[in-house]
């Protein structure tokens, strides 16, 4: 069965530090990798990785692939106090009875402070 | 272009009864996706539509069903419902093209359940 870890459960830190957030998974025939943005509501999109694309960054986001060793990261730079939100890491596998869905981590807590 | 849309976003019910949610996808998007979101769960998967046709469940009872409508429209419904069903139910879509390139799947803004 799929799986997906996530790394730590949850943070606190300081405006202007950095986070690093960490996914590891197991998947049948590897499709996708989705990290999604919660606050109290339904996750927001940030990136997807793929074989073809395993490194994505978008502002102060950033993440990468490890295909090998079966991880992403997720950073986030100079944070500021709306980053506060669970981050979740879905992936994707490639086969028949993978098709539309995505196996969740537990997800990160991030808490930035002023 | 018009994000994913739920109705209703908030519901309360009473143990027994049942309840139909709806799922709008974007516009283009064949794809729909429902989720579960529970504190002790997560997220979990619970069935995706396909032009019509359903193409994966998750491991729920068969009190939770869904279809699709031709305008890719959704609806899940979950009959005799349970306290434990109390959650909130996200659908996602997407392309949903799985023999090319990964899609991603954009959410809607959920569905809180609340069974008394």
């Known amino acids: 069965e799929d799986k997906v870890v996530q790394s730590p459960l949850s943070l606190v830190v300081h405006e202007g530090d950095t986070v690093t957030l960490n996914c590891s998974y197991e998947v049948t025939n590897f499709r996708s990798l989705l990290w999604y943005k919660q606050e109290k509501k339904a996750p927001t999109f940030l990136f997807m990785l793929?074989?073809?694309?395993i490194e994505k960054k978008s502002g102060r986001l950033s993440s990468i692939l490890d295909k090998k060793e079966l991880f992403s990261i997720l950073n986030i730079t100079a944070t500021q106090t709306g980053d506060s939100a669970i981050y979740l890491c879905?992936?994707?596998?490639?086969?028949?009875?993978?098709?539309?869905?995505?196996?969740f981590g537990a997800g990160t807590q991030v808490v930035v402070t002023p | 272009k018009a994000g994913v849309t739920q109705t209703p976003r908030y519901l309360i019910k009473t143990r027994g009864q049942q309840v139909t949610l709806s799922c709008s996808p974007i516009?283009?998007?064949?794809?729909v996706s429902w989720y579960q979101q529970t504190p002790g769960q997560g997220l979990q998967f619970l069935f995706e539509y396909f032009s019509e046709t359903q193409r994966n469940k998750g491991n729920f009872p068969g009190r939770f069903s869904g279809r699709q409508f031709s305008n890719s429209r959704s609806e899940m419904n979950v009959s005799t419902l349970e306290l434990g069903d109390s959650a909130l139910y996200l659908c996602?879509?997407?392309?949903?093209?799985?023999?090319?390139?990964?899609?991603?799947?954009?959410f809607g803004p959920g569905t809180r359940l609340t069974v008394t």
């Open positions: 793929t074989s073809s694309g």
């Open positions: 516009s283009g998007h064949r794809s």
């Open positions: 879905a992936v994707e596998g490639g086969t028949t009875d993978s098709w539309g869905k995505l196996q």
């Open positions: 996602a879509s997407s392309f949903g093209d799985w023999f090319s390139e990964p899609y991603e799947q954009y």
